[in-house]
């Protein structure tokens, strides 16, 4: 079995920062790219940023600029850095990872159960 848990969600002010973190656990061979996606009240859940197992980036849409992914391999850890937050950044954010159980495994997409992040005054 395989989790992913994420933390460090909660209200902050419109300008704020929060880091968000997704440990993984469980019968963990490898793992290969890891991403944080959201999803806003009302609206489909969108891809928000993805780092491979060699730190390669991607930002995507208004995370441009304002967050940062990084991962930690050693701790099955991957960490979304959001700084400027918007009211608009208020959603779920969610963590996902393309996971190997074994070497000869193929991968396997896992989730996380997501971690809620409001941005209010």
């Known amino acids: 079995q395989v989790q992913l848990v994420e933390s460090g969600g909660g209200l902050v002010q419109p300008g704020g920062s929060l880091r968000l973190s997704c440990a993984a656990s469980?019968?963990?061979?490898?793992?290969?790219?890891m991403g944080w996606y959201r999803q806003a009240p009302g609206k489909q859940r969108e891809l928000v940023a993805t780092?491979?197992?060699?730190?390669?980036?991607n930002l995507y849409a208004s995370a441009k600029g304002r967050f940062t992914i990084s991962r930690d391999n050693a701790k099955n850890l991957v960490y979304l850095q959001m700084n400027s937050l918007l009211p608009e950044d208020t959603a779920v954010y969610y963590c996902?990872?393309?996971?190997?159980?074994?070497?000869?495994?193929?991968?396997?997409?896992?989730w996380g159960k997501g971690t809620l992040v409001t941005v209010s005054s």
């Open positions: 780092i491979t197992r060699g730190d390669y980036t």
């Open positions: 469980g019968n963990i061979f490898t793992i290969n790219d």
């Open positions: 996902k990872a393309e996971i190997l159980s074994g070497r000869w495994s193929p991968p396997r997409d896992y």
